[in-house]
């Protein structure tokens, strides 16, 4: 069975572009949950996303947003970028959305905003 | 507002030394606690899950203990090998709430294990 798959493996942007970054769930899996692990600040909540609809959000500026596509993939999207934006973004996928399943990670999309 | 905290940020054993990570939240509302391995640059493997009801899980090497109403969670590896030097991170995910669907993670110990 395929793992959660992210792409691409590195992206670099410069200051006040847009970054578009993917994720395919694992098979079966309807949820999906994005993070953002930056330098020094540890793993963060970005993002859930169930059955298509956004189900809660972390302490984000409104610049981070994200859907959820039919298949249950995923983008997210990070508009007007900024330095402290540099982070792996890590995608997590798990069979039902909610506390009780376990989540499983991808190998996360490396952002680097210049 | 939960708060994750790992203890020691990070620790060099030698090799085949049994050795403790330790973590602690300050909401007892939780649903379940995951500890996590993370190589360098790559994502998160998920090592063993604890269920709020449970009070340990065991795989292999590895058995982590919970204690939900202190609030606290170890890690325990047995003969730890050059190959377990990683961090460690530890998460915890909400009963419900504004919180509900996320994991809060700790900051993680770095492990070295040193032949």
């Known amino acids: 069975e395929a793992g959660v798959t992210q792409s691409p493996t590195h992206l670099i942007k410069t200051r006040g572009q847009q970054a578009t970054l993917r994720c395919s769930p694992i098979s079966g899996h309807t949820s999906v949950y994005w993070y953002q692990q930056a330098l020094g600040l540890g793993l963060q909540f970005l993002l859930w996303y169930d059955e298509g609809e956004e189900r809660n959000r972390g302490n984000f500026p409104p610049r981070f947003s994200g859907r959820q596509f039919p298949n249950y993939s995923s983008e997210l999207n990070v508009n007007a970028l900024e330095l402290e934006d540099s982070a792996l973004y890590l995608c997590?996928?798990?069979?039902?959305?909610?506390?009780?399943?376990?989540?499983?990670f991808g190998p996360g999309t490396r952002l680097l905003v210049l | 507002k939960q708060e994750v905290t790992q203890i020691p940020a990070a620790l060099s054993v030698p090799e085949g030394e049994n050795l403790v990570l330790n973590c602690s939240f300050t909401?007892?509302?939780?649903?379940?606690l995951q500890w996590f391995r993370q190589d360098p640059g790559k994502g998160l493997t998920s090592l063993l899950l604890i269920q709020s009801s449970q009070r340990e899980q065991t795989s292999g090497r590895l058995n982590a203990s919970l204690d939900k109403s202190s609030g606290r969670s170890t890690l325990y590896i047995a003969a730890s090998q050059p190959g377990d030097s990683a961090t460690y991170l530890c998460a915890v995910s909400h009963a419900g709430g504004t919180s509900y669907g996320k994991l809060t993670f700790g900051q993680g110990t770095i492990l070295t294990v040193h032949p």
């Open positions: 909401d007892s509302a939780i649903y379940n």
């Open positions: 997590a996928s798990s069979r039902s959305g909610g506390a009780r399943e376990t989540q499983y």
